[in-house]
């Protein structure tokens, strides 16, 4: 069964998680959690002081633990994409993959851009002043659920 560690790593795509944890508590989640036994295989990073959190402006102080942070950072260190949300909200893998496959083909055709929920094989648009106003008619129709 592949997991999203496997998917990403294809995708040759690095993952480092960050929380406020400390290395300790990392192992016994890693160990004792069955979402997680034997499915890590990325590099977990403790930040019980929150200096790491606090530079990527999640950390809550009055909570003192970061809110959950997903930051896309790309090959030559540049932030490409970052969501936070709260702490009792999950994120969406598929979206992540999804932004990172759309993120990997503006790399590739820097003169074109994806539409909202672009997915690989899906148009794309080439920006110009001469569709400002008329996005939509670059789309043809039928390709996306909101059009």
């Known amino acids: 069964m592949s997991t999203i560690a496997d998917t990403l790593k294809e995708m040759n795509v690095e ?21 997680l036994k034997g499915r890590v295989k990325f590099l977990m990073g403790a930040d019980p002081t929150g200096k790491v959190s606090r530079a990527y ?13 997903r930051f896309i950072i790309d090959p030559d260190g540049i932030l490409q994409a970052y969501e936070v949300v ?17 993120l990997q083909y503006m790399r590739e055709h820097p ?3 994806t539409p909202a929920q672009w997915e690989p094989g899906k148009p794309t648009i080439k920006p110009s002043i ?8 670059q789309i043809p129709k039928g ?3 909101y059009w």
């Open 130 to 137: 001469k569709i400002a106003g008329k996005v939509g008619d």
């Open 57 to 69: 402006g999640v950390y809550s102080e009055e909570q003192g633990v970061a809110f959950r942070g």
């Open 143 to 145: 390709s996306y659920s």
């Open 15 to 35: 993952v480092i998680t960050i929380s406020t944890d400390t290395v300790f508590d990392h192992k016994g989640w890693v160990e004792q959690e069955p979402l």
């Open 111 to 113: 003169d074109e851009v």
């Open 86 to 102: 709260n702490l009792s909200m999950g994120r969406s893998m598929d979206e992540l993959i999804r932004q990172i496959k759309a």
